[in-house]
Each structure stands twice: as C-alpha cells, then as structure tokens.
C-alpha cells in the first residue's frame, strides 16, 4: 500500500534556529501535500496545503514566513520552522494525496515531535 | 462549511465488549467521511472511509461504520473490543477541495 515517510521522527533544536522536516510519498506520486500540527490530547489543525511546484496555501493564522513549505517534487515536500521558539514546540503531521483519490490525503506520515529549548 | 462533532472525548470499555465512537457531521453536500487511528506518538491510519457508496462500510481490524443521512451521524462500531484498540479515534469530512477537517478526537480505553 501507499506509504509516507516522514523524517526526523523527533527532534530538539534551540531557540533561534531552524528545523527542516521531510515529507516523502514511497511508492507514489502526490500531487498534494498536507501539513498539519498537533497539539497534546488536541485534534489536528491544517497548517497549510501544497501542490507540487506551486505556492503552498496556509490557513488562515499560520505565518508563511515561519512555516516555509516546499514541494519542489511529485515524491517530496519540506516544512521549515524558521526562528523556532517553544510555542513551536508540537508534533507535526504530513500526509499526502494523489490523483486517484481525488487529491484527498489518505495517507499519513509518522510525526515529528519538535521540542525547541 | 464542514464540520464533525465527535461527541465523547473519552470511551472506556472492558475487552470483549461493543465499542461504539460517535460522530456526527455538518455538511452543505454529500460529504466524504473518514475514520482514522492513531496510536500515542505515531501518525494516523484509515480505518474506513464512506464515499457515497454503501451506507453501511466496512473496514480494518473489525470496525465498521453506518452513514445515517437523516441524522448526519457516521458512527464507528466494533462487535468486541481488543486491548490493541485502545487509542485516538478521528472522526473526518472531507471538504469540497478535498481538505480534511478533523473532529477533536476520542480516547478509547481498553480495559482486561
């Protein structure tokens, strides 16, 4: 079946630096990425959508200069964290969609868990 | 807009026991529904998904889930809970651009 690997699993960075996490579909093309944060015992909120080669679109409170989107590949896209601070601390989820289901992301990946000290 | 409500932030059942995860949803057309698991630290899996179809669908590990149009309910059943089920359920509509709106999730405990 469909996989998404999705890495670092976990990672701690400083205050002030910068986190890339990588969102990769295995063994299909996604033409639409989704990347979603997760607060504990919280559900899911949609940061921002992508499709390949285009800009990506953020929801409505997520800051684009913070939160870099790149999906510069059918089997690739990265979420930066730019100047990363605790509040950023969260578990980030992507997933990603293909054309036979209607561009609707089906598959998961496993979480990051960022912590920023 | 879309939207689910999942009414229980918290189930508890005994192994062996039905376990039934509410869900009911708002929707302006005929909406995709999904349900989704995820255990502690890890990402989500489908469980099944209702995409105008069988009312009636069926889907991994023994969960099943009802699509009521007249109460805009889509419940998840399972006949027997098993310790390895407890974990977070999400309950999902899918939006006409194909985004995910997510219910706030719930806890399913399993107790021996």
């Known amino acids: 079946g469909a996989v998404v690997s999705q890495h670092p699993s976990w990672v701690i960075c400083k205050s002030g630096t910068s986190v890339k996490i990588e969102c990769r579909s295995l063994?299909?093309?996604?033409?639409?990425m989704f990347w979603y944060r997760q607060f504990p015992k919280q559900s899911l909120m949609l940061m921002a959508t992508?499709?390949?080669?285009?800009?990506?679109?953020?929801e409505q409170g997520v800051e684009k200069d913070k939160f870099l989107i790149n999906h510069a590949s059918l089997t690739l896209s990265t979420l930066t964290v730019t100047s990363a601070h605790p509040e950023d601390s969260s578990f980030y989820i992507c997933?990603?969609?293909?054309?036979?289901?209607?561009?609707?992301?089906?598959?998961f990946g496993n979480g990051t868990r960022l912590t920023v000290t | 807009a879309q939207s689910v409500t999942q009414l229980d932030s918290h189930v508890s059942v005994s192994e062996g026991t039905p376990v039934l995860l509410r869900c009911n949803y708002s929707?302006?057309?005929?909406?995709?529904l999904f349900w989704y698991v995820q255990h502690p630290n890890k990402g989500l899996q489908l469980l099944l998904k209702?995409?105008?179809?069988?009312?009636l669908v069926k889907g991994i590990n023994g969960f099943e889930a009802e699509f009521k149009k007249s109460e805009t309910s889509f419940h998840l059943t399972k006949p027997s809970a098993h310790m390895s089920d407890a974990a977070e359920y999400f309950c999902?509509?899918?939006?006409?651009?194909?985004?995910?709106?997510f219910g706030q999730g719930t806890e399913l405990s399993v107790k021996p």
């Open positions: 997933s990603a969609g293909t054309e036979s289901s209607y561009n609707s992301p089906l598959h």
């Open positions: 063994d299909f093309q996604a033409t639409t």
């Open positions: 992508s499709n390949e080669g285009s800009k990506a679109t953020y």
């Open positions: 929707s302006s057309y005929s909406p995709s």
């Open positions: 209702y995409t105008s179809a069988a009312t």
């Open positions: 999902v509509v899918s939006d006409e651009g194909g985004k995910l709106i």
